[in-house]
């Protein structure tokens, strides 16, 4: 399916007001980050010219909540960001993060699938369902907004099957992975 199709379509006025197509209502930036913590795939498009400004304002709300002290982006992160774009790592920098938070994303959901089964002891202690869902909610709303997310609870059947042994492989092959992308966004530094 493709992504437009999917997507909530907000319409940007020549006021700079946003609205709503599906509902028919003006929405603020705190809107449609709430949409995208909902897991909603969201496109921003300008009414007169037809130009996607989607990636713009996904900055946009970004930089609001890291100015408010939500700082999810440390320092040397953003500095290596701005270098980025003047350097030859250029190229290889979107695949690098798409690659690091397609990992995140997949190790949280297998964090979460056998934290979440059964067999856990800890799965008996008083409170374990209302921490569990908030772990969930948390995930959620730092996933949400990436594309192909995979957040808790999918594929639950392919993971149940695994053993504790392949999973501590698979984390260990997941921080492998991680360490020679980080290595080699070193080098191109």
Same mark, same amino acid.
């Given at each position: 399916?493709?992504?437009?199709?999917?997507?909530?379509?907000?319409?940007?006025?020549?006021?700079?007001?946003?609205?709503? +197509?599906? +509902?028919?209502?003006?929405? +603020?930036?705190?809107?449609?980050?709430?949409?995208?913590?909902?897991?909603?795939?969201?496109?921003?498009?300008?009414?007169?010219?037809?130009?996607?400004?989607?990636?713009?304002?996904?900055?946009?709300?970004?930089?609001?909540?890291?100015?408010?002290?939500?700082?999810?982006?440390?320092?040397?992160?953003?500095?290596?960001?701005?270098?980025?774009?003047? &350097?030859?790592?250029?190229?290889?920098?979107?695949?690098?993060? *798409? *690659?690091? $938070?397609?990992?995140?994303?997949?190790?949280?959901?297998?964090?979460?699938?056998? $934290?979440?089964?059964?067999?856990?002891?800890? *799965?008996?202690?008083?409170? $374990?369902?209302?921490?569990?869902?908030?772990?969930?909610?948390?995930?959620?709303?730092?996933?949400?907004? $990436?594309?192909?997310?995979?957040?808790?609870?999918?594929?639950?059947?392919?993971?149940? *099957?695994?053993?504790?042994?392949?999973?501590?492989?698979?984390?260990?092959?997941?921080?492998?992975?991680? &360490?020679?992308?980080?290595?080699?966004?070193?080098?191109?530094?």
């Amino acid at each position: 399916m493709n992504k437009s199709q999917d997507a909530l379509l907000i319409k940007r006025y020549a006021s700079r007001r946003l609205y709503n +197509t599906e +509902t028919s209502d003006y929405v +603020t930036l705190d809107d449609i980050a709430g949409f995208i913590r909902d897991g909603r795939e969201v496109q921003i498009i300008d009414l007169k010219s037809g130009d996607d400004l989607t990636r713009q304002y996904l900055l946009q709300i970004i930089a609001e909540h890291e100015s408010r002290g939500e700082n999810v982006l440390p320092v040397d992160v953003l500095t290596d960001l701005v270098r980025s774009y003047t &350097t030859q790592a250029q190229s290889v920098v979107p695949q690098f993060l *798409a *690659a690091s $938070f397609e990992m995140l994303r997949d190790g949280q959901s297998q964090m979460m699938e056998n $934290f979440g089964t059964m067999g856990n002891p800890m *799965a008996k202690m008083p409170g $374990f369902e209302a921490m569990q869902a908030q772990q969930e909610a948390f995930m959620k709303a730092m996933m949400g907004g $990436f594309s192909g997310s995979s957040g808790p609870g999918q594929d639950s059947d392919a993971n149940e *099957a695994s053993d504790k042994s392949g999973d501590t492989d698979e984390l260990d092959k997941i921080k492998k992975q991680l &360490t020679e992308l980080q290595s080699q966004l070193s080098k191109l530094s």
